[in-house]
């Protein structure tokens, strides 16, 4: 089936850097959504991006999706303690003839580790 | 407010017993799903369901079981037949086949 990759797979980062992770696919994708998990709890769907090119912002984070529909960004910029967490890449993946299908595929995760 | 809930949030159990883990969503929402999380891992699907009395399996259901006998509930069963049952489980449910998913606050089961 389609994969999501998700890099880095981890980060550590001091507090008010600004983080940068990307998710890619050898397939295309209609759809991305970015996800986070805080420790203990499930994730919690951050940005959904629905056309290529699209960049869309929700507070300091900001996400776009890939112009060759194949891979997604996700930017944190100035970031706080409470960031720490998985943040996973999602999306449906794409018949032969290019329509979105069946349920999602998930990225492994990238962990997120700040330092006060 | 909607949303999907499970119970309990901590589980723990004597090897060789199986113990059922709830999900239940206000949601109205057709598809629900089961995931299991290793420390630092990603996801995992058990089992899917995407409608009333419909499951499948996904990519590690050997040792689990489900059913769907009401659109709001999607409980699983985790059996002594599954080798290495401590992990953290996650529920989650969406309005349609490929949409975005909700998910529960998930279930640590510790099995001793």
């Known amino acids: 089936g389609q994969q999501l990759n998700q890099s880095p797979q981890s980060m550590f980062i001091q507090e008010g850097e600004d983080v940068s992770m990307n998710c890619t696919s050898s397939?295309?994708?209609?759809?991305w959504l970015w996800y986070k998990q805080d420790p203990g709890e499930g994730p919690v769907l951050l940005i959904a991006l629905y056309k290529a090119g699209e960049l869309t912002s929700n507070g300091r984070l900001t996400a776009q999706f890939g112009i060759t529909r194949k891979d997604s960004f996700l930017n944190i910029s100035a970031s706080i303690p409470s960031d720490v967490g998985i943040y996973f890449c999602?999306?449906?993946?794409?018949?032969?003839?290019?329509?979105?299908?069946?349920?999602?595929?998930f990225g492994q995760g990238t962990i997120l580790t700040v330092h006060p | 407010d909607g949303g999907i809930t499970q119970s309990p949030k901590y589980l723990f159990r004597k090897e060789g017993q199986n113990v059922t883990l709830s999900c239940e969503q206000n949601l109205n929402h057709d598809a629900m799903y089961w995931y299991r999380q290793d420390p630092g891992q990603g996801l995992r699907l058990i089992y899917y369901?995407?409608?009333?009395?419909d499951f499948q399996k996904g990519d590690i259901a050997e040792g689990y079981s489900v059913s769907r006998e009401k659109k709001e509930s999607f409980p699983l069963t985790v059996t002594s037949a599954q080798k290495n049952p401590t992990a953290f489980y996650l529920c989650?449910?969406?309005?349609?086949w490929g949409q975005g998913y909700t998910f529960g606050s998930g279930t640590r089961l510790t099995v001793v």
């Open positions: 397939s295309i994708f209609n759809t």
């Open positions: 989650a449910s969406s309005i349609d």
């Open positions: 999602a999306g449906p993946p794409t018949n032969a003839g290019g329509t979105s299908y069946g349920k999602l595929t």
């Open positions: 369901s995407q409608i009333v009395n």
